[in-house]
């Protein structure tokens, strides 16, 4: 009662995050929720006496694939404009064709154990758990299991494609990018704070230049700049304003 009850909650929980992975509004929460399906996979496997494919989940799915998941949105930058983008021509029905082709293969394979039944690990493990899973991996299921090999790598390969950046022209000189620089009007330096030389040490107050005027670059775009007499040379003169 209570591996049905672990069943059945862990199930939910990882269909869930599965439908959160393809409705997720930016990629970021989709991994989050890949990441959740994949733990709770994890569980369901060590609950049915399967503990070596258990931890290889979380080690290898959920640590070292979703860090590299991770690892390709940091690099690229996918929001979520970019990623409800249609890049391929017809990527949309054919993902739908093969989620419903997916979906027939599921309920098929359940269908046919609910009729056959359920056989259990027990045979399975007999000699171990890690060796009866080896025994099925490069047996009876190699052709599966040499196809998600290639599909993880194609998956490596399509990341490094997306985030290399391939230079197309000569790199600029120190003196090009220099004069690209300043052409416009570039200071050499960094602009003055706000309040440098001035009477008021505010950040709405604008920086005094050595000619005694004011630098309005100094204060930024979104304040209002605060218009404060300009003083003289000392505080002690007379209070005439330049």
């Not at 640590?63 to 930058?77: C, D, Q």
């Not at 920086?207 to 300009?230: C, E, F, K, M, T």
């Amino acid at each position: 009662m209570g591996e049905a009850v672990l069943f059945w909650v862990l199930a939910l929980v990882a269909v869930v995050g599965a439908i959160g992975v393809v409705a997720a509004p930016k990629a970021v929460y989709s991994a989050i929720s890949l990441a959740t399906t994949m733990i709770a996979l994890a569980v369901i496997y060590i609950a049915q006496d399967a503990p070596f494919l258990g931890v290889v989940q979380v080690v290898v799915y959920t640590g070292a694939v979703m860090m590299l998941f991770l690892f390709v949105l940091m690099l690229i930058g996918v929001d979520s404009s970019e990623s409800l983008m249609e890049t391929l021509r017809g990527q949309r029905l054919a993902a739908i064709c093969i989620g419903i082709g997916f979906g027939v293969l599921l309920i098929a394979g359940i269908g046919n154990v609910a009729v056959a039944g359920f056989v259990g690990l027990d045979a399975a493990n007999q000699n171990g758990n890690v060796e009866g899973l080896a025994a099925l991996i490069f047996t009876q299921y190699l052709w599966a299991f040499e196809l998600t090999g290639a599909l993880l790598i194609t998956a490596t390969l399509g990341a490094m494609l997306l985030a290399h950046r391939e230079r197309t022209e000569r790199r600029k000189t120190q003196r090009e990018l220099a004069i690209e620089r300043f052409a416009p009007g570039g200071y050499p330096t960094t602009l003055p704070n706000p309040g440098v030389y001035a009477r008021h040490n505010a950040v709405d107050v604008p920086a005094r230049l050595p000619d005694g005027s004011a630098s309005l670059l100094s204060v930024s775009a979104i304040l209002q700049v605060r218009r404060v007499p300009s003083e003289g040379a000392d505080d002690n003169s007379s209070g005439r304003d330049r």
